[in-house]
C-alpha cells in the first residue's frame, strides 16, 4: 500500500473516495462539515431523512457529487463523539478498509487523522490508522495457486490533515506507521507458514536476510557451538527432531558505544507436537504458531531497524522443533542447563521453558538494561486472560509497568499476573534443581517462576502469548502480537514515545 500525506481544502480534494466522519446526535467532523456547506447540504439531507445516524460503524457511499472533483463520498459513523476512542478509530479504519475493498475502490483520501481523541495526537492517530490499514489488508494466501480476486484493489492511501504546522510531524508518523506495520506483517507472515517450510533453519535464514536488509549485526549458533556453550536444555528438545536446533541473534546498534542494550529473547519452536508427552491431534496444525514468540522478535527488529531507533537492541530466538522419537527427552529425564541447574523433565510438553532458560543464560553476556522474553508458553495463560491481553510476569515492578502502558498506548494490551515464592515452591523436584512443571495448579505463574531461576542477573519480564499470537476458526491466523506492544515499549526508552 501507498501513503502519503496532504493538506488544503477538503472540498478540492480530487480522489475516487473521501472518507468523511459523521457523530451521534446529528454532529460531523470539521471536514464533513466543509463538504456539507459546499454540496448545499448533502449530509445534513441524509442525516434528517435516516439514511445515517453516526452510530458507530455505520456507513454511506455516495457517488459522483457535481460541486466536488471527488468521485466518491463514503460516510463514516463514529458514535458519539465525546467517546470516541483509539479503539473505535481502530475499529473504523479496519471497516473502511473493508468497504473500499469490495468497492473496488483503489485510492482514497481519509479525513480520519483530524479526528480528536483524548491522549492522542495527530501523529499518534496517523501511525494507527496505517497499521490498521496495513494489518486489514494483510492475506495469508502466499502459498495458494489460485490468490484471492481483487484482494489488493485499495493501492493508495492519502492522510489529510487540516494544520501546515503538523506537517513535519504527519510525514514523520507516515515513516514510524509504515515501519511498524511492516515488523507486524513480517510476524503473520512467519507465523503462518507451515511447519514444513518454517524450520529452525529458515527462521535463521531469514533473519541473516534482516541484517543483510538493514544493516544489523546476525549471529547463528548450530548444534555444536551450542553443546560448546552446555546448552543442555535446549540441545534436550531438538534431539527428538531431524532439523538441527538454531540459536539466532540479531544485534541493532542505534544507542552508544557504552549504553547497555535491551534484549529481546522469542520462543521460536517451529513445530511443537509435545514430544512424548505427545498432545492431541485434534488443532495440533496450530502447533506451526509455537514460534510466534521468535516472530514478533524478529518483526520488532525489523521494524526498529526501518525507524532507525536511537537505542541499542538484541533478539535472541531459540528455535526447534519438539518432536516423538527413540532420541527425544522421556519423562523423568534429568538434563543440565547453561546455568548449571539441573531440570528433571515430568512432561516433555512443557519445551519452550527448556529453550528459552539457556537463550535467558546466554543473555546475560550482553550486561542488558532489560530483557524481555516473548513467548506461547501455557495454555493456563489461554485459560486466564483469553485472547485479549498477554499475560506479563517480572523480577521488576517498574519495567512490567512500562510494558503494560505501553500496551495501552498501543492497542496491544497486556495484564500483569503475580511472580510469588508461594507458587516457586511447586517446582520441587526429588532428583534434580527443579521440575519443567509444577502441576496443575496456576500453569502460566510456575512457568515464569520456572524462568525467573534464569534471570537474577538483570530486570526481567516475561510475555505469555498463547493466548493472542494467533485467531482459531475459520479466520485462523498470526495476528503479529505483541509488536506494537514492544516497538511502543522500545520507542518510550527511546525517548521517542
Known amino acids: 500500500m501507498e501513503y502519503k500525506i496532504k493538506r488544503g481544502s477538503p472540498e478540492k480534494q480530487r480522489s475516487a473516495c473521501l472518507v468523511l466522519a459523521v457523530f451521534e446526535h446529528k454532529a460531523m467532523s470539521l471536514s464533513a462539515s466543509i463538504i456539507d456547506k459546499t454540496t448545499d447540504g448533502i449530509i445534513t439531507a441524509l442525516i434528517k431523512r435516516g439514511d445515517i445516524t453516526g452510530e458507530c460503524g455505520e456507513m454511506v457511499l455516495l457517488p459522483r457529487v457535481d460541486s466536488l472533483p471527488a468521485e466518491r463520498i463514503l460516510l463514516v459513523g463514529c458514535g458519539s463523539q465525546e467517546e470516541f476512542s483509539s479503539r473505535k478509530l481502530n475499529q473504523i479504519t479496519a471497516d473502511v478498509i473493508q468497504k473500499l475493498q469490495q468497492s473496488k475502490i483503489k485510492e482514497a483520501t481519509f479525513f480520519l487523522p483530524e479526528l480528536n481523541i483524548e491522549g492522542s495526537d495527530i501523529a499518534r492517530r496517523i501511525e494507527q490508522i496505517i497499521i490498521q490499514a496495513e494489518y486489514s489488508c494483510y492475506q495469508s494466501d502466499a502459498l495458494k495457486t489460485d490468490k484471492k480476486k481483487n484482494s489488493k484493489a485499495l493501492k493508495r492511501i492519502t492522510l489529510f490533515i487540516g494544520d501546515r504546522s503538523s506537517l513535519a510531524t504527519a510525514r514523520q508518523a507516515l515513516i514510524t506507521g509504515q515501519a511498524i506495520a511492516s515488523g507486524v506483517n513480517l510476524a503473520r507472515q512467519l507465523g503462518d507458514l507451515?511447519?514444513?517450510?518454517?524450520?529452525?533453519?529458515?527462521?535463521?535464514?531469514?533473519?541473516?536476510?534482516?541484517?543483510?536488509?538493514?544493516?544489523?549485526?546476525?549471529?547463528?549458533?548450530?548444534?555444536?557451538?551450542?553443546?560448546?556453550?552446555?546448552?543442555?536444555?535446549?540441545?534436550?528438545?531438538?534431539?527428538?527432531?531431524?532439523?538441527?536446533?538454531?540459536?539466532?541473534?540479531?544485534?541493532?546498534?542505534?544507542?552508544?558505544?557504552?549504553?547497555?542494550?535491551?534484549?529481546?529473547v522469542g520462543k521460536g519452536l517451529t513445530f511443537d507436537a509435545g514430544g512424548i508427552s505427545i498432545k492431541p491431534s485434534a488443532a495440533m496444525d496450530e502447533m506451526k504458531y509455537d514460534m510466534c514468540g521468535g516472530a514478533s522478535v524478529i518483526g520488532t527488529m525489523r521494524a526498529i531497524a526501518e525507524m532507525k531507533l536511537p537505542l541499542n537492541v538484541i533478539a535472541i530466538v531459540p528455535s526447534s522443533e519438539n518432536m516423538p522419537d527413540g532420541d527425544a527427552n522421556k519423562p523423568g529425564d534429568i538434563?543440565?542447563?547453561?546455568?548449571?541447574?539441573?531440570?528433571?523433565?515430568?512432561?516433555?510438553?512443557?519445551?519452550?521453558?527448556?529453550?528459552?532458560?539457556?537463550?535467558?543464560?546466554?543473555?546475560?553476556?550482553?550486561?542488558?538494561?532489560?530483557?524481555?522474553?516473548?513467548?506461547?508458553?501455557?495454555?493456563?495463560?489461554?485459560?486466564?486472560?483469553?485472547?485479549?491481553?498477554?499475560?506479563?510476569?517480572?523480577?521488576?515492578?517498574?519495567?512490567?509497568?512500562?510494558?503494560?502502558?505501553?500496551?495501552?498506548?498501543?492497542?496491544?494490551?497486556?495484564?500483569?499476573?503475580?511472580?510469588?515464592?508461594?507458587?516457586?515452591?511447586?517446582?520441587?523436584?526429588?532428583?534434580?534443581?527443579?521440575?519443567?512443571?509444577?502441576?496443575?495448579?496456576?500453569g502460566a505463574v510456575t512457568a515464569a517462576c520456572f524462568l525467573a531461576r534464569y534471570t537474577k542477573a538483570y530486570d526481567w519480564a516475561h510475555l505469555d502469548i498463547a493466548g493472542t499470537a494467533w485467531i482459531s476458526g475459520d479466520d485462523k491466523g498470526a495476528t503479529g502480537r505483541p509488536v506494537k506492544l514492544l516497538c511502543e515499549f522500545l520507542r518510550g526508552r527511546a525517548g521517542l514515545a
Request: aromatic content about 6%; glycine content about 8%.
Open 194 to 264: 507451515p511447519g514444513n517450510i518454517c524450520t529452525p533453519s529458515y527462521l535463521a535464514d531469514q533473519a541473516k536476510e534482516l541484517a543483510r536488509d538493514f544493516k544489523m549485526k546476525a549471529k547463528i549458533l548450530n548444534e555444536k557451538a551450542m553443546e560448546k556453550l552446555s546448552m543442555g536444555s535446549l540441545l534436550s528438545v531438538s534431539r527428538g527432531s531431524r532439523q538441527e536446533a538454531r540459536l539466532i541473534i540479531l544485534e541493532h546498534k542505534g544507542g552508544a558505544d557504552k549504553d547497555a542494550p535491551i534484549v529481546l
Open 335 to 442: 538434563v543440565t542447563s547453561m546455568s548449571g541447574q539441573t531440570i528433571e523433565i515430568l512432561n516433555t510438553d512443557a519445551e519452550g521453558r527448556l529453550i528459552l532458560c539457556d537463550a535467558l543464560t546466554y543473555a546475560k553476556r550482553f550486561k542488558p538494561s532489560a530483557v524481555i522474553d516473548v513467548a506461547t508458553l501455557t495454555g493456563a495463560c489461554v485459560v486466564a486472560l483469553g485472547a485479549h491481553a498477554s499475560g506479563v510476569f517480572s523480577n521488576c515492578d517498574p519495567l512490567a509497568r512500562e510494558l503494560i502502558d505501553a500496551g495501552e498506548k498501543s492497542l496491544d494490551r497486556a495484564w500483569q499476573m503475580p511472580l510469588w515464592d508461594d507458587y516457586d515452591k511447586q517446582l520441587k523436584s526429588n532428583f534434580a534443581d527443579m521440575a519443567n512443571i509444577g502441576g496443575p495448579k496456576a
